[in-house]
């Protein structure tokens, strides 16, 4: 074939625009390195090419049984993915492999079971871990939980939700550092203002507004240290009435 023919020195000279005794001398270098090979009539040939070209022949003769392996390419459109017939059979048949492909070849299976443990690890990774708090701060959930019942006593608090809390007092006691004798008197003094009792039901938004509830709670006891003794001994908050008179019209019923 007319493809095949070798392309002489000088030829290939006037292709790069260099000197015919450069090209000689460049090509023999690479010759002498093992970097190329010759056919017996002198074609320069692709060691790598030739093996991956017998590679792909074999298995595309192995027809279905080569399909069983994940690492064979599937064919493209129902044509085989070869170039059979573009190269002399000397040249396939004087051939034999070099450690160049099989090193590809294992690099290629290497990488994919590099791949499959590092998914693996990710998707270890990815598992969270269950968070156990600590017991002051189960008992600040708790607290909070009970003091939002006595103003409210038909007010929802699902298991999860008291679970919710005590990661976030256990969050708020170990990473805010944050005193657990503050925090109950926060949670206490919050449940018991008019307006704040109905801003705060959650652990979550005591955490977040900890600072401004504190610094509210210091200037209020300072303002009015004497405001609680004020009350008349007799006196009932309201959700307390209501929570009466459900119970009356209970029993009336």
Known sequence: MDTLRPILPPVLARMVGGAAEDVERLLAELEHAGVFSRTHDGLIFSRRMVCDEKIRETRANGGANSLKNPNVPRPKGGRKDTFEGSLPGSLLESFGGSPSSSSSSSSKNSSS???SRSDQVDVSTDKKTATVPSREAVRLADLLKSEILRNKPDYRVTPQQERD?????DRMLRLDQRKFEEATEIIRWVQRDEFWMANVLSMGTLRKKFDQLSLKAKAKTQTHPAQAQRLPADYVPASEE?????????VTQ
Do not use: D, L, M, Y
């Open 242 to 250: 209501i929570r009466r008179e459900r119970e009356n019209a209970a």
């Open 165 to 169: 809390w005590g990661i976030t007092a």
């Open 113 to 115: 079971e590099q791949n």
